[in-house]
C-alpha cells in the first residue's frame, strides 16, 4: 500500500486514537472470547517503487488506488540517452482513482445476532444471566449501491473508515457459537430479561473519482495522464469486527 496516498490521519490525530468516546459502555470487544478466529483484515503497507512515485506525483488526479499503485510498481520502462523525439501514450484502463470520505458514522445495533431469555415471573429472587451465542452468526456489509471496480472501491473505502475511526472493520465477519461473556444482568423477580446482542458497524459515506489512466512517454519523461474524469456518491456498510453491542430489558409481559 502507498503510504503517501493513503496517508488518512495526522500524527496528532493518530495519537488520540482510538476514540474512546466513539465506543459507549453497552459495546464490548469480544476478540478472546469469540469462537471463530476472525482473519486480521489489515493491509500490508505497498512501498512504492521511484518510478511508481513519481508518475503519482506527475498525476493531477490524486491516485490512492492500491491496484493501481501496485501495477505501477510492477512497471519498468528503459530510457536512453537517444530518446530525443520519441514519444508514446499508452492506455493503462479505466479506474476508480480514489475516494473522498464525507461521513463516517456508527451504528451499534446494525444487527441482531442473538437473544438470552429467562422467564423469571415465578421467581422470588433476582435471577442472573449472562450473553452465550446460541448460534453461528455471519456479518455482511456492503456497498449501498453498483459501482464499476466494486472490489478496489470497497477497499479504498475501508482504508478510510479504519483509519478514521481506528477500529477493526471488515467487509464480512462472523461470531462463533458458543461466543460468552461474563457481564452478569440482573432479571427482577416476576419479570421476564431479556439480552440482546447487536453486530455494530460503521456507515461510510463519500464521493469515488473514476478515469482513463494513460502513460505518456516522451522523450526521457514519463508522466501519468487522467482524461475523462468523473465522479459520484457512494455509501457503505462496513461491520465492526469482534466487537458486540448488548442492550437488556425487564418486562411483565412477552416481549
Do not use: C
Not at 483484515?41 to 490524486?62: F, Y
Not at 470497497?154 to 462463533?176: C, D, H, S
Not at 461474563?182 to 463519500?206: F, H, S, V
Request: net charge positive; hydrophobic share 35%; charged share 20%.
Amino acid at each position: 500500500m502507498f503510504t503517501l496516498a493513503l496517508s488518512l490521519i495526522s500524527p496528532a490525530e493518530a495519537e488520540k486514537a482510538p476514540q474512546k468516546k466513539l465506543i459507549p459502555e453497552g459495546v464490548m470487544n469480544i476478540t478472546k472470547e469469540n469462537t471463530y478466529p476472525n482473519p486480521n483484515q489489515d493491509e500490508p503497507l505497498l512501498q512504492p517503487s521511484d518510478l511508481a512515485k513519481n508518475l503519482i506525483q506527475s498525476s493531477r488526479v490524486k491516485i490512492e488506488n492500491p491496484n493501481l499503485i501496485r501495477m505501477l510498481n510492477e512497471t519498468s520502462i528503459s530510457t536512453t540517452p537517444f530518446a530525443l523525439g520519441y514519444k508514446a501514450i499508452i492506455y493503462l484502463g479505466q479506474w476508480p482513482l480514489n475516494y473522498e470520505s464525507a461521513e463516517t458514522s456508527p451504528n451499534w445495533e446494525y444487527q441482531r445476532i442473538n437473544t438470552n431469555y429467562y422467564d423469571n415471573r415465578g421467581g422470588e429472587k433476582p435471577y442472573q444471566i449472562h450473553y452465550v451465542q446460541e448460534a453461528q452468526k455471519v456479518i455482511n456489509g456492503g456497498l449501498t449501491a453498483k459501482v464499476p471496480n466494486a472490489d478496489e472501491v470497497k477497499k479504498m473505502m475501508l482504508i478510510k473508515a479504519a483509519g478514521k475511526t481506528n477500529l477493526p472493520l471488515a467487509f464480512e465477519t462472523v461470531i462463533g457459537l458458543g461466543t460468552k461473556k461474563d457481564q452478569i444482568y440482573n432479571i427482577p423477580r416476576k419479570r421476564l430479561g431479556y439480552l440482546y446482542a447487536y453486530a455494530p458497524a460503521i456507515n461510510e459515506k463519500g464521493k469515488i473519482t473514476y478515469g482513463e489512466v494513460y502513460l505518456v512517454l516522451k522523450g526521457n519523461k514519463k508522466s501519468l495522464v487522467i482524461k475523462n474524469v468523473t465522479s459520484q456518491g457512494i455509501g457503505a456498510w462496513i461491520p465492526i469486527q469482534d466487537y458486540v453491542s448488548f442492550s437488556f430489558a425487564a418486562s411483565e409481559r412477552p416481549r
